[in-house]
């Protein structure tokens, strides 16, 4: 009777040696949105190894069965190392420092060992971030996050997220699109370029981008006229549970 198999991945510092994993081949990684508790089928390669990371969060824990996966080890950076010799379609669980655990419908095949970048909705985990946003009075908290993100760094507990689904409706006749995203336990930041369409100045202001769920609008330069063609960078904080789709 084949058994499930559950690894706690302790931290390991891979070095590339004679006999030691070889890490998948330099690529772009492939981000799959997942939400937690989701299952997504991903071809894997059967003849190199596999890179498995969870955007914001670390995995902690590989569920399989028994002679599925042929090696797996956690990288220093959170992410996991999977090899397997499957020739047939086979499920494993993932679980997170966050308290994630997301579903691995693998389908193997020979080719180049893939890297996999799983994006989930964080908002609401994370402890360390918890803390750091409730250590001060909420205007406080707004405050001190602008200032963090102008000054390059972040607050315990944040992380970056790649870019997936991040709208923002600008004014008319400006255009908005994200380009970074970073995520606490129940606040989100997203950076928008907002570009003038439109043949004439615009008058610009804060206010011309709330909406339902912002709680803070930043510029990152001060700013009142926007040229024809030009462009600026616009922050929007926002409460987690605005952060899927449009606002």
Do not use: D, H, M, Y
């Given at each position: 009777m084949r058994r499930n198999k559950r690894h706690s991945l302790p931290a390991l510092l891979l070095f590339v040696c004679g006999y030691g994993i070889a890490a998948p081949q330099a690529q772009n990684a492939?981000?799959?949105?997942?939400a937690n508790g989701g299952q997504a089928s991903i071809a894997l390669s059967n003849t190199d190894p596999n890179l498995f990371t969870v955007a914001g969060d670390r995995v902690t824990a590989l569920t399989s069965l028994d002679g599925e996966l042929?090696?797996?080890?956690?990288?220093?950076?959170?992410?996991?190392?999977?090899?397997?010799?499957?020739?047939?379609?086979?499920?494993f669980i993932l679980e997170t420092?966050?308290?994630l655990n997301f579903s691995v419908r693998a389908v193997p095949r020979?080719?180049?060992?893939?890297?996999?970048?799983?994006?989930?909705?964080?908002?609401?985990?994370?402890?360390?971030?918890?803390?750091?946003?409730?250590?001060s009075p909420y205007e406080a908290t707004l405050v001190s996050l602008s200032q963090h993100l102008m000054g390059g760094t972040l607050p315990e507990g944040w992380y970056e997220l790649p870019?997936?689904?991040?709208m923002l409706t600008p004014p008319p006749g400006l255009q908005?699109?994200?380009?970074r995203v970073w995520i606490g336990n129940h606040l989100k930041v997203v950076r928008y370029r907002?570009?003038?369409?439109?043949?004439s100045a615009r008058n610009v202001s804060e206010s011309d981008f709330w909406q339902n769920g912002i709680r803070a609008v930043m510029f990152a330069e001060p700013a009142r006229t926007l040229m024809a063609g030009g462009a600026m960078q616009v922050y929007?904080?926002?409460?987690?549970e605005t952060s899927r789709g449009q606002y």
């Open positions: 492939t981000v799959v949105p997942l042929t090696r797996q080890e956690q990288t220093a950076s959170g992410g996991v190392i999977v090899s397997t010799l499957n020739k047939k379609p086979f499920t420092e966050r308290g020979a080719g180049a060992g893939r890297t996999v970048r799983l994006v989930s909705e964080l908002s609401g985990t994370g402890e360390k971030a918890a803390g750091w946003e409730t250590s870019v997936t689904r991040e908005a699109g994200a380009e907002v570009t003038n369409r439109t043949t929007i904080i926002s409460s987690g």
